[in-house]
């Protein structure tokens, strides 16, 4: 009933996001040209890749696929036994003779790569972190060292930067990107990034973030939303405006830490699951 009322009562929504001729040239970072360059150099020593591209994979054909959960180390006691098996059914080549075995983990930026490394160790070898992990893009800059995992048999782990392709086909799957965590919020840009999270939970009837920030109705202006977000939070400023009877304070909303709040909600599950795709 509650979900009735709200679409009666709310107005016509946006059929189509206006991205207002944006580019993506600048939202591929420097250190991720430097983190392929590095990836490349280092794979003459490297055993097997681990990845979590499910789709393509089954496309190509390749059946060795393990859903993992870090929070829980579901399934994190499987991948060790698959990867030992990936290699010694395969051709090590110029590794024949190296008794230990090194695998690289690679994937977007924010998969949780490092978050993997450290729940192997911590299964196989009762250790803590050894791999900064973080909610956001650009935690790991750099290939790292050897991160040992496991004894018996010896296994090394490379822990790697997110990578994206350096031409996202589209400013759309840009967005969705980003709103995934995979992109710098900065590099986009918060507050059209929130306008797309917006045009989105309207989009797929999401209206979580109704009752989450007490608006009485789903809107489709984005400025109205981000000043209530920016109300309820308590993120308001006192600025001085002049007038033509003299200077007077006024309070106005922070529409960036209410859009910071509204993104990261939505990445939290909060508003709702939402397929992008």
Partial sequence: MRLQQLLRQAGEFREIFNFAGRNMAHWFPGHMSRGLTQMKANLKDVDCLIERIMNELEHQGIKKVIFTNCVKDENIDKLVPMATEVIQSSNRFQRTETLGYCIMVIGVPNVGK????????????????????????????????????????P????????????????????????????????????????????????????????????LEVPSDDIESVLKRIAIKLGKTQKVKAITGVGNVNITVPNYSVAAYDFIRTFRKGVLGKVMLD
Avoid: W
């Avoid at 791999?131 to 060292?145: D, K, Q």
């Avoid at 840009?189 to 009837?205: H, S």
């Fill in 155 to 214: 296994i090394y782990l490379l822990d790697t930067p997110g990578i994206l392709t350096p031409q996202v086909e589209t400013i759309e799957n840009g967005m969705k990107l980003a709103l995934c965590g995979t992109i710098l919020d900065h590099l986009v840009g918060e507050e059209i990034l929130a306008d797309y999270l917006l045009y989105t939970l309207n989009k797929f009837k999401q209206f979580g973030y109704v009752e989450r920030y007490g």
């Fill in 114 to 153: 490092s978050s993997v490394i450290n729940a192997i160790r911590r299964q196989h070898l009762k250790k803590g972190k050894a791999s900064r992990v973080g909610a956001m893009p650009g935690i790991t800059r750099a290939v790292l060292s050897r991160i040992q995992v496991c004894d018996k048999p």
